[in-house]
Each structure stands twice: as C-alpha cells, then as structure tokens.
C-alpha cells in the first residue's frame, strides 16, 4: 500500500466507532442493525414506492424512494435526516445480501489500520464490504446517473 493509501486508510477508520473488544462490539453493531431493520420497516409504511420485503428487487425502489425524498427534502417526514436514511440503506442492502445469499453472512471485525476500531461488513466467500458507516452522501455518487447503484453493486459483487 503506497502511503497516500495508508494515510487515507487510517483517516476512515479514525472515523470508525471504537470498543473495549470484539465482544463489545458485536453487541453494539448487531443490535443497531436489528433496530435499523425495524425502523426501515415501520417508515417504508408511508410509502407507495418501498416496501421492505428483503427482495433483491426491492432494492431499485428503496434507491427510487431514497432519491424522491432527498429531492424534496422530506427526510423529515419520516423523523429521519438524509445521512440517518442513508444509514438505514445500507445496512438493509447488506440485509438483503444475506437472506438471498446461502453463503453470505454479518460480521464484526477489528479494522486493521486503527487498533480498538471496528467495522461491520457482509461477506460473502472471499469478498466483504463494510456497511456500518452508510452509504454516505449516496445523492452524490458520481457514477450513478441512472439511480441504480444498489442493484448494480448487489449485482456486481454478491450475484453468483
């Protein structure tokens, strides 16, 4: 890793919650994904475009839903600002990674560049992707023009 890459590296997970242990953390990350779970699936109520079923499928309409409400700044409505929303995506994204993956899992590790942080990814056989943070700033997303990235990325890293 060239030291750009290292600095860069250490500066996210400076970023990254810290805990005393593993144990500690795991308690944290995976109650706070259950209450996400919860909380997507109470607020998509409101909404004629997202249901959450856990449906590949249905993460085209939580990208749709999630791009109407940034558009007309209603977060609100759901007692929700847009980085919290954001939040909520990503972890029902990795939701959907493992109830239509066999294989795929949730899983709590130490990140390897800051000792005492820690991280919460998907993995799925040798592949893994962090989703503790969010997918942050989504709207900004420089390759997504179309208002697909998360089929796209559910696609690209987790179909067989």
Known sequence: MSKKGLKVAIEYGE???EFKNILEAEKF???YKDELLIQLELVSKESDIFKADYKVG???NLEKW??????KNE???LDLDRN???KVMAIYFGEVVVQNNKDAKWEV???PFVPGKYTFLVIKDLGSM????????HYKEPSNKRRNSLIRMYNHYFTD
């Open 58 to 60: 249905s993460l085209k």
């Open 29 to 31: 990350f995976f109650k």
């Open 130 to 137: 962090s989703l503790g943070n969010g997918f942050i700033d």
């Open 75 to 77: 977060f609100f409505k």
């Open 109 to 111: 590790e130490e990140y």
């Open 84 to 86: 919290e929303f954001e």
């Open 66 to 71: 999630y791009f109407e409400l940034y558009e």
């Open 15 to 17: 970023k990254l919650r």
